[in-house]
Every structure is written in C-alpha cells, then in structure tokens.
C-alpha cells in the first residue's frame, strides 16, 4: 500500500476584517489565544472569538488611515515549549504582512499566550508596537532562562492586565514588564481593577485603550493623556497605570 506523508501544517492569516482599505499603510495582527501543551489544530471559530471584538474596533477606527487588521490562524493549538509555535507563528505573520503590502509598520496584538507569542515575535523588523492583553506568562524558575525582553527594544509595549486574572499571573506581566522598561522607555502597562482574565468587566475601557494605543504607535495621532503619563512615569508607577472606568480615546 502506498504511504501518503503527512503534509506540513502551515499558519495563514484570515481575512481583513471591514472593508481592506485602498492603500495599507499599517497592519495589525490579531494572535488568539492558546494552550501551553496541545498538538491540535485550533478551531477557527472557537480561536478567534477572543480577538474578534478588539478586530472589528480597531479596523473601524483604522479604516480613514489605511489600517488592515488580519487574525493569525497557528498551526498549533499549543505553545509546546522550546518549540514556541505561537511566537514562531507570529514572526511568520510578520514576514505575510510584509509580502502583502510592503514597507509598512505592524503591531502586534495578543490575546493570553497570543500576548506571550506578540511579545516573543516583537523583534521582527516590520514591528513597531506590541500589544498584550492578559498575556498567558510561565512561572519563573530559576534553572530556566526568563521571559526575553531585549527584542523589544525600539517598539512602542503595552501591557493590559486584569488585576484579578486567575489564569495569567499580573504580578509575572508586572516583572517582566519591569525589565523590559529597563532597556526600552517606550514601555507602559495598565491594571485594570478587579478585572479577571477575560476582561470582560472593562471590557469597553480596554477596547478603548487598545485603540488610543495602536492609533497612536502605527500612525501617530496623539496618545491619550493617561497613556502619555504611563509611558513618561518612572516605574512602578507607568507599569500599574489603573484604567478608568469610563475611560475613551482623546481624539474621539
């Protein structure tokens, strides 16, 4: 009987969501969240959904500046260890990005181990800004190296995080926050108060900041003044910056 080999998964990149814009001139990329150990495919459906809302908010916002968002669809439902196929999926989506629409900046926008994965990938040339909602961190261990961070040198870094997440640990987001401001100013981080993983509670205060900070670092319209603040503060006041309720973006 003939052996028929398994063909190699590849990543892709979903459709631009609203209308694609005439002349791109700056791409987000939407990476779901994961899980730390699974060799699966993620459902498309079931993948997506947590980055769907911030897609069709940001997209709307970017369509006047020539903004396409794409969702990045793994090849594996799992972070799987060294192998980091999110990270490696992300860096791949990068190099799409660029493919499709030439020389333009690009963010990265994460969702738990998509914000681990956007943080990873942050080093690609095309990225200017990363963006990490509740990202998904591992526990610090001593005999293991931590988190990198010199990557993120030169690119704009948000952090946005739940301060009652059960999932994700804030205080790993805050640390490792703390040492990438150490070699980049251009790194801020929110607390959003009693807020857990999903948050879902803020959830039109994160959407806002989320579009205040992508608006800002892809086509420099002005951040927000508590944006401006967090950036400018000295730690640890820039990296526990609390989200307001009720809070918009300045130029709306």
């Known amino acids: 009987m003939a052996q028929h080999a398994t063909p190699d998964r590849t990543a892709r990149l979903g459709r631009a969501l609203g209308p694609e814009p005439t002349a791109v001139s700056g791409v987000v990329l939407l990476l779901p969240g994961g899980d730390e150990v699974s060799s699966r495919r993620p459902s498309p459906l079931l993948a997506t959904a947590s980055v ?8 709307r916002a970017g369509r ?9 669809h793994y090849r594996y439902r799992g972070w799987n260890g060294s192998a980091a196929h999110l990270a490696h999926d992300a860096s791949w ?4 990005a660029v493919r499709l629409y030439g020389d333009v900046p690009v963010c990265l926008a994460g969702i738990g181990m998509g914000g681990r994965a956007a943080l990873h990938a942050g080093g690609h040339e095309a990225v200017n800004s990363v963006l990490a909602l509740a990202p998904w961190l591992p526990e610090e261990d001593m005999a293991a190296p931590p988190e990198p961070v010199k990557q993120l040198a030169g690119r704009r870094v948000m952090i946005v995080h739940g301060t009652h997440d059960a999932v994700s640990d804030p205080e790993l987001s805050f640390r490792l926050a703390a040492r990438a401001k150490k070699a980049n100013r251009d790194v801020c981080r929110f607390e959003v108060h009693t807020d857990g993983h999903g948050l879902h509670q803020y959830r039109d205060e994160v959407l806002a900041l989320a579009e205040d900070f992508v608006m800002g670092a892809l086509f420099g319209c002005a951040f927000s003044r508590p944006v401006q603040d967090a950036f400018a503060a000295p730690p640890p006041l820039g990296l526990r910056m609390p989200l307001a309720a009720g809070f918009s973006p300045s130029r709306r």
């Not at 006047?64 to 990045?72: P, R």
């Open 93 to 96: 989506a990068a190099d799409e």
């Open 64 to 72: 006047e500046e020539g903004l396409a968002t794409h969702v990045v």
């Open 52 to 59: 769907r809302a911030l897609g069709r908010r940001l997209a």
